[in-house]
């Protein structure tokens, strides 16, 4: 079913996000992907204290259920309280709001998807059908989500491992499972991967840097994966994977979050693969 903020804590969904480390970034694409399943980031927020604050106040918006506003409030608190300046935003009333939503939004929706994920996988062998829908709260549809409404894969399809939602900032779309009982009783088939639209890979430009980069068509970048479906990975690979351009002041301040969590082995692998060994 559509995401419901009012339905939000179950114990997947708040398992999933209390499972996270909290992570330094300077930008939102100092870190992308899968990764995210297991680190908790706010661009630009480098310090321990602030990252926590925020994450408590992320924390009682899925477990409580709280509003936006709630949130926007708390945001606004922690921002102030902890001095924190220069973030994308902070300018405008209109820009304030929009960095809380993203926060929130962002979050809140991954957290929920990775639950469903977790929750799917668990009777996926009664129920091995994923049907993709694009929910109507969608504000500005996508060409590409409307498109995809309605396909229907196995759950081990390749295809979920890029697509599932989701797929892109303020995507609202969802999954839900089918038996093979459904199919029959509905007339539904499994869709032919040559008959999904918009499903071929596309090449863009970062306007921040003029690097290309290559994409599905129809998601955004950094959102090509499947929301817990990494969370068993240990976050060190999933960083040596990525193997992210940070500056030597972000890897420090990495190193600096992971010292007291991980162990002394993976640390140094971590160090020597950030070049700060």
Not at 77 to 106: F, P
Not at 166 to 184: F, I, N, S
Not at 210 to 217: A, H, I, M, N
Request: hydrophobic share 40%; with cysteine.
């Amino acid at each position: 079913m559509p995401v419901n903020y009012g339905s939000l804590p179950f114990a997947e969904a708040l398992a999933f996000f209390r499972a996270k480390l909290n992570l330094p970034t300077q930008r939102w694409d100092d870190l992308l992907g899968a990764a995210h399943d297991r680190a908790f980031v706010v661009a630009g927020a480098m310090q321990a204290d602030l990252l926590a604050d925020l994450r408590a106040a992320v924390d009682r918006a899925i477990a409580d259920g709280t509003t936006f506003e709630t949130f926007r409030k708390d945001f606004e608190r922690i921002v102030a309280e902890r001095g924190w300046t220069g973030w994308t935003g902070e300018d405008s009333q209109g820009g304030r709001a929009w960095r809380a939503r993203t926060i929130y939004d962002t979050n809140l929706f991954t957290s929920y998807a990775a639950g469903r994920h977790r929750q799917m996988q668990e009777v996926a062998e009664r129920r091995p059908y994923w049907r993709y829908r694009h929910s109507p709260a969608s504000v500005v549809p996508r060409a590409e989500h409307l498109a995809w409404d309605g396909v229907i894969l196995r759950h081990d399809d390749p295809w979920w491992s890029t697509h599932y939602p989701p797929c892109g900032w303020g995507c609202k779309c969802y999954v839900e499972t089918l038996a093979e009982r459904d199919l029959k009783k509905h007339g539904l088939t499994v869709t032919s991967t040559t008959d999904i639209p918009y499903n071929r890979t596309v090449t863009r430009v970062n306007p921040a840097t003029g690097e290309e980069y290559t994409v599905p068509e129809g998601v955004d970048r950094g959102w090509d994966y499947a929301p817990g479906a990494n969370q068993n990975t240990e976050l060190v690979e999933l960083l040596k994977q990525k193997r992210p351009a940070w500056g030597p002041s972000v890897g420090r301040a990495v190193l600096d979050f992971l010292k007291p969590v991980i162990a002394a082995e993976l640390f140094a692998e971590l160090a020597a693969a950030l070049g700060l060994g």
